[in-house]
T-cell receptor, first 112, second 111 residues
Framework: DAGVIQSPRHEVTEMGQEVTLRCKPI?????LFWYRQTMMRGLELLIYFNNNVPIDDSGMPEDRFSAKMPNASFSTLKIQPSEPRDSAVYFC??????????FGDGTRLSIL | GESVGLHLPTLSVQEGDNSIINCAYSNSASDYFIWYKQESGKGPQFIIDIRSNMDKRQGQRVTVLLNKTVKHLSLQIAATQPGDSAVYFC??????????FGQGTELSVKP
């Protein structure tokens, strides 16, 4: 039973570059969540989708961040242009109703 | 300069002892609560959950207690093992919406 799959696992890039993080949720889950985890702020929800529709993007830090879910099996989180303060571990999670969210193993992003 | 990060509460226990990790949640309307375990380099992993119409739920070696009066949640781990060493997060949600995570507690198990 495949869990939530994220790619890449690690990304190192220079500031100003575009970064795209990818997520494949668990089949059958209708909600998808993007989180960011840092030492300073802990685990923060950035945005979540229900049935591929963005429901709450109030956690997206600024316009440089965007997320899409073109279908039930794929989502992207894009940062353009990237900045050093975006360095963090980004997690994708999926779930359904009153069931616990299942997390991927994250993308560790370093912006130089 | 030196960066300032979150200082996670730390619980250190001897292997074989029972562990109790506590969490205060924020929203009195929250109706579903989850405990997650996060090991280094991995995503949070589901341990156990509880709905607000219950005050106790047991799993394998783990028990979650919910006290809605004081908005308090606890996770009890019986016969703690070295493999239990991790950061533990509680999370709350209302009507299946977004999860709000606590800051986490680091559990260290001494062999």
């Amino acid at each position: 039973d495949a869990g939530v799959i994220q790619s890449p696992r690690h990304e190192v890039t220079e500031m100003g570059q575009e970064v795209t993080l990818r997520c494949k949720p668990i089949s059958g889950h209708n909600s998808l969540f993007w989180y960011r985890q840092t030492m300073m702020r802990g685990l923060e929800l950035l945005i979540y989708f229900n049935n591929n529709v963005p429901i709450d993007d109030s956690g997206m830090p600024e316009d440089r961040f965007s997320a899409k879910m073109p279908n039930a099996s794929f989502s992207t989180l894009k940062i353009q242009p990237s900045e050093p303060r975006d360095s963090a571990v980004y997690f994708c999670a999926s779930g359904t109703g009153y069931q616990p969210q299942h997390f991927g193993d994250g993308t560790r992003l370093s912006i130089l | 300069g030196e960066s300032v990060g979150l200082h996670l509460p730390t619980l250190s226990v001897q292997e074989g002892d029972n562990s109790i990790i506590n969490c205060a949640y924020s929203n009195s309307a929250s109706d579903y609560f989850i405990w997650y375990k996060q090991e280094s380099g991995k995503g949070p992993q589901f341990i156990i959950d509880i709905r607000s119409n219950m005050d106790k739920r047991q799993g394998q070696r783990v028990t979650v207690l919910l006290n809605k009066t004081v908005k308090h949640l606890s996770l009890q781990i019986a016969a703690t093992q070295p493999g239990d060493s991790a950061v533990y997060f509680c999370a709350e949600t209302y009507q299946g919406g977004k999860l709000i995570f606590g800051q986490g507690t680091e559990l260290s198990v001494k062999p």
